[in-house]
């Protein structure tokens, strides 16, 4: 089976909210975040946020979630697992491709059993299809056999009847992504 896994919230954490805390010089709890977009909490400081952080590698130090090495290794020695992620920045495109570059060297040295040539960078993952789909966001599970939404702030407030409706199992952890895969596959 070929599985797209996301990279941003279903892999690793990414500093991006932490540092957008630092910057705005709040402790803001992610739990009362309703965007998606987390820089749509800068307001008009947006301009000198990413004037601040431009070369800053956004991956530096920041681990993958638990257990999610071990799972990735297991279904890569049985399927074709590939990494799909965006690696452009809302509004700020010009200054993304350090973000591609930084997430690149991330997966190569954490999840080194993943082939570079099954990383695929792209906005739009309704372009690619895939037996299963795990990703934080709704939008891009809308093809699949199996699709697994990882929970996130962003999309708690989706109903378990509206997941149901969808054929979307919710994930909270790497532990739920390998029983509900087990479970199917």
């Not at 803001?28 to 820089?39: A, F, G, M, R, S």
Request: net charge negative; hydrophobic share 35%.
């Amino acid at each position: 089976m070929n599985i797209m896994v996301d990279m941003d919230d279903v892999i690793t954490g990414n500093i991006f909210f932490d540092l957008i805390c630092e910057f705005l010089g709040e402790k803001i709890d992610i739990n009362n975040v309703k965007t998606y977009y987390l820089q749509e909490l800068l307001g008009d400081r947006a301009v000198e946020f990413w004037e601040s952080v431009k070369n800053k590698n956004f991956y530096e130090g920041d681990e993958i979630y638990e257990h999610c090495y071990e799972v990735m290794k297991k279904l890569n020695k049985k399927h074709n697992v590939y990494i799909v992620t965006s690696y452009l920045w809302k509004d700020t495109i010009d200054i993304s491709g350090n973000n591609l570059s930084n997430k690149y060297y991330y997966l190569k040295e954490k999840l080194p059993f993943i082939e570079p040539e099954k990383y695929v960078f792209t906005t739009d993952k309704s372009i690619l299809h895939f037996d299963v789909r795990i990703d934080d966001k709704i939008n891009n599970l809308t093809d699949g056999k199996i699709k697994l939404l990882y929970d996130a702030w962003h999309n708690r407030d989706i109903s378990d009847e509206e997941l149901a409706e969808k054929g979307i199992i919710r994930v909270y952890n790497w532990y739920d992504v390998e029983k509900a895969l087990e479970s199917i596959l």
